[in-house]
């Protein structure tokens, strides 16, 4: 079992506020992930949950014990750092076995146990080896065989793959996906990289400033976005973004008024709003057509294009000066400068307010 | 000539070989000729007339005697009273001033890495500043105001507690002298040290603390493995100044009470400045030499594996 529960978290450093406020539950099993832009306080939060920073106020429970003051050791949390920090003039057999052998643990349970995580690493052949003498791959396979031994209730990743060529985190990242099914570990991993955050997680925390801006399912976060950062941050290409106001407010939707010029009817209930109130209109890539059959034209000129083979991703420019990109099959070639009238897809439009909260759909209930 | 410019036919052009080979030869040599040839002397020539001198009977005392002595020199050398002290007491010295400068050392750089407190750059510069005093200076400090039985700190101390004062140089000459030096090198030492503490990885501190190890288990199992280089380099550089110590022995004990703190460099100064023998402290030069290099050597062979080693 392992039940994580954090209330209230704040993290002062130096009268500066980085942590401010984070309530959030880990239930058992769960593949957490943390995501959000460099310096927003990710690392902070994870090293307050393993106790490696002193929290500043608020609480956090484990499986129903209070661990806000436990030292980092007794917590049976295990993390894995983004440098390894793996013991350098030790062997990986030692840096595996080290925390059993501190914890003065039956010499055979310590070998079985090294013995079982280097099979399920595949660390087998390089038991002997020392640190310096692995590949980048091989030193994080070894990070992590220093936390299954302990076999703890929680697992920590702090941007684990980062120091990792693109293909070995792609290797790398479906090990953790298979890892954390065959041990059935709960895990919070820690990233600001949203690829990680949307393949590996079961839920994602997405953290602005250091404060949750939205918790749910991956498909969750980037299908019904609680607000314009969420909105932004999830999806490659990013989600475009077009200013407008409310023209008139109906019982089946509302009309908005864009000031790249067009008039959009879309089905999102705007409650509290009325014609007249600033908002911002969202879309992604693929929701965007080339088209002039129906009633809304966005026209456009094509900025650059970028082919990746099976799609092009064409950027373009409104009338009002907005870029958005559209995603199109691979055999167009835009031209630059070229001349496009677009049709949005009304069904997959996002509005928001003028305070970047999503409009028009439930707002996913932040863990309270 | 022909032979090595074909055999790197890419690298020239066919019509500029043999001026490429000649080039590439010449000026090497004779650019680097004159700071050879001065080393050469410089080391040389030195060397060549001690080992002159040391088959030689050669004693001030006796100008016109200069005939050719064999390894006589070395004999009254080797069997001299003075040579099984003076043996005994350079190890003693060396021996002692690196177990003292590398043991505080590495407990001193550990405590000032680990604890906080106002003045901390105060007292690191501090416990720098011993490094910079001359060595007589700091030997004439130690001598008059610290060991000496009458004016001295320790005397003080002594009849403060109604103790006898001791007269640390005449009854424990060689423990007073390894507690100066040691005193003068200690703080290299933890220069050194401190820098390379300072260079140890913080994560794998945190691992550490999340494995469960305390500040001992720390220092025992990261921290010291970490300074094995940074201290076989301390004990290196060391090693060469403590072999070779005498301005600390000549100012406060001469060497004495007998042979009691006489080390080998002031044994060869006593043979060849108290006792004009020329050839017999040249013969005793060339013994140090031999020591010094037979302990380098055992000294590298044992820590030579950790400066080589990368982690
Ligand atoms: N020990 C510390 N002392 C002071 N400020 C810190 C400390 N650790 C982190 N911070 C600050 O907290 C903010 C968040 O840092 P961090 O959690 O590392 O961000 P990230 O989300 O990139 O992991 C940064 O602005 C950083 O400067
Ligand atoms: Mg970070």
Redesign the interface.
């Known amino acids: 079992m392992a039940d994580l529960k954090i209330r209230n978290l704040k993290k002062v450093f130096d009268d500066v506020e980085i942590i401010k406020g984070i309530d959030l539950d880990v239930r058992d099993r769960e593949f957490v992930v943390f995501v959000g832009p460099s310096g927003c306080g990710k690392s902070t939060l994870l090293r307050l949950i393993a106790g490696l920073e002193e929290v500043s106020s608020g609480q956090i429970e484990l499986d129903g014990r209070d661990i806000t003051d436990v030292s980092p050791a007794k917590r049976d949390l295990a993390m894995v750092f983004q440098t390894y920090a793996l013991y350098p003039h030790m062997s990986v057999r030692r840096n595996m076995s080290f925390a059993l052998e501190l914890a003065k643990a039956d010499k055979n349970e310590v070998a079985r146990k090294v013995s079982e995580a280097a099979r399920i690493l595949e660390l087998e052949p390089l038991l002997d080896r020392k640190p310096r003498q692995l590949s980048g791959g091989q030193r994080q396979r070894v990070a992590i065989g220093r936390a299954i031994v302990r076999n703890p209730k929680v697992f920590l990743f702090d941007e684990p793959l980062s120091n990792l060529d693109a293909a070995l985190r792609v290797q790398m990242r479906l090990e953790l996906a298979r890892l954390h099914k065959e041990l059935n570990a709960t895990m919070i991993y820690v990233t600001h990289d949203q690829v990680e955050a949307m393949t590996l997680a079961d839920k994602v925390v997405v953290l602005n400033g250091g404060r949750i801006e939205q918790v749910g399912s991956p498909m969750e976060l980037y299908h019904s976005p609680a607000n314009l950062f969420v909105a932004g941050f999830l999806g490659t290409p990013k989600m475009g973004f077009l200013r407008g106001r409310i023209a008139s407010v109906g019982a089946q939707g509302c009309e908005v008024e864009l000031d790249a010029g067009c008039r959009l009817s879309l089905p999102l209930q705007a409650a509290g709003l009325t014609s007249g109130s600033d908002v911002t209109l969202g879309i992604r890539p693929e929701h965007l057509h080339r088209s002039s059959d129906e009633r809304c034209h966005l026209k456009v000129k094509t900025d650059v294009g970028e082919r990746l083979g099976s799609d092009t991703y064409c950027h373009v420019r409104t009338r009002s000066g907005e870029s958005l990109t559209m995603r199109v099959r691979g055999d167009f070639t835009p031209r630059y400068g070229q001349e496009l009238d677009l049709t949005l897809e009304s069904d997959h439009c996002h509005l928001f307010d003028s305070q970047g909260q999503a409009i028009g759909q439930p707002l996913q209930q932040q863990v309270a | 000539m022909n032979s090595t410019t074909l055999a790197t036919p890419s690298t020239a052009t066919s019509d500029a070989r043999p001026v490429h080979g000649r080039r590439r030869r010449s000026p090497g040599w004779f650019l680097i000729s004159p700071s050879v040839t001065l080393l050469l002397i410089w080391m040389l020539v030195p060397l060549a007339m001690t080992v002159y001198f040391s088959v030689i009977r050669y004693n001030l005392l006796y100008p016109g005697e200069r005939g050719f002595v064999g390894l006589e020199n070395f004999h009254y050398f080797l069997t001299d009273a003075g040579f099984i002290p003076g043996m005994t007491n350079t190890l003693i010295l060396v021996g002692g001033v690196l177990l003292i400068s590398v043991v505080l050392g590495v407990l001193i750089s550990a405590l000032l890495e680990a604890a906080e407190f106002p003045g901390r750059g105060l007292v690191r510069v501090m416990l720098i500043s011993p490094f910079f005093i001359m060595p007589t200076v700091s030997a004439l400090i130690w001598k008059n105001l610290i060991f000496h039985p009458v004016s001295g700190v320790l005397a003080a101390l002594w009849k403060f507690f109604g103790a006898q004062p001791v007269d640390w140089l005449a009854q424990h000459p060689m423990a007073s002298i390894v507690i100066i030096v040691a005193w003068q090198w200690l703080p290299f030492a933890i220069l050194i040290l401190m820098t390379a503490m300072q260079s140890l990885?913080q994560?794998?501190k945190?691992?550490?603390?999340?494995?469960?190890?305390g500040p001992l288990?720390i220092f025992w199992?990261?921290t010291l493995?970490?300074l094995?280089r940074p201290i076989a380099v301390v004990v290196m550089i060391e090693m060469i100044f403590l072999l070779s110590v005498f301005a600390e022995i000549f100012t406060t004990t001469s060497g004495g009470p007998g042979y009691a703190s006489t080390n080998l460099a002031y044994l060869i100064y006593t043979q060849a400045l108290l006792q004009f023998d020329v050839g017999m402290a040249s013969a005793g030069g060339l013994i140090a030499v031999v020591i010094a290099n037979i302990a380098a050597i055992l000294l590298v062979r044992m820590l030579g594996k950790n400066l080589t080693e990368?982690?």
């Open positions: 990885d994560e794998q945190e691992a550490a603390r999340l494995d469960g190890a288990a199992h990261l493995p970490h094995a990368k982690h």
